[in-house]
């Protein structure tokens, strides 16, 4: 269990605090909305598992394509961060949605934490490289990144309606979901995992 003062975390508190996130542990997403010391390491977390999936769609160019692939530069870096910076306005849609369309009360730092908690699968999008398989394991990634998002939120706010919870991570995912395709091209590969076939396509 986080405490809650404590401004110096473990190595092994944040493992044990990864291993309960995985299982799905409701406590431990109470704990993240509080723990304002996991702020850093969460955002890190998060832009870990955006570059793992531009490396995945990076690598889907190189093993899957037969053109040559993809640019390491605008696919693994710069879709990593036009991702990563998608990411963070899906989760100002997210807040505005909640607090001021639905009057739930959440302080922002809280909410990204637990947001952010809940799109590390979004990692899942390194297995797009993956022949035949691939899309759906991209698919695979943006679902579970809803699931973790709404069940981590529903954790985190237990009094509020699961309905309008889920209204509101649909509305920022909506937002990245909408606007990835549109920033890439022939020329410009700013893509990350299951995107890489919007791509194509």
């Known amino acids: 269990m986080l405490d809650m003062q404590t401004t110096q975390l473990?190595?092994?508190?944040l493992l044990d605090t990864l291993r309960r996130v995985v299982r799905l542990e409701p406590a431990v997403f109470k704990?993240?909305?509080d723990a304002r010391?996991?702020?850093?390491?969460i955002t890190c977390a998060l832009a870990i598992a955006v570059v793992i999936a531009g490396?995945?769609?990076?690598?889907?160019?190189q093993t899957v394509l037969d053109f040559g692939g993809f640019s390491f530069v605008n696919t693994a870096l710069l879709g990593s961060l036009f991702t990563f910076l998608l990411f963070l306005a899906g989760f100002g849609v997210?807040?505005?949605?909640?607090?001021?369309?639905?009057?739930?009360?959440?302080?922002?730092?809280?909410l990204f934490r637990v947001l952010a908690v809940g799109h590390l699968p979004y990692a899942l999008g390194l297995l797009v490289l993956?022949?035949?398989l691939g899309f759906v394991f991209g698919l695979l990634s943006i679902l579970a990144v809803f699931?973790?998002?709404?069940?981590?939120?529903?954790?985190?706010?237990?009094?509020a309606s699961?309905?309008?919870?889920?209204?509101?991570?649909?509305?920022?995912?909506?937002?990245w979901i909408a606007i990835i395709p549109f920033i890439s091209g022939p020329d410009n590969e700013f893509v990350t995992g299951v995107f890489v076939y919007g791509l194509i396509a």
């Open 147 to 159: 699931y973790w998002s709404l069940f981590g939120l529903k954790a985190a706010l237990p009094a």
């Open 130 to 132: 993956i022949p035949q």
């Open 162 to 175: 699961e309905l309008r919870l889920a209204a509101a991570v649909i509305a920022g995912m909506a937002l």
């Open 31 to 33: 704990e993240i909305r």
């Open 94 to 110: 997210t807040y505005i949605v909640l607090t001021q369309l639905f009057t739930i009360d959440i302080a922002p730092d809280a």
């Open 10 to 13: 473990s190595a092994d508190q």
């Open 55 to 61: 490396f995945g769609a990076y690598m889907y160019g």
């Open 37 to 41: 010391a996991l702020t850093g390491v």
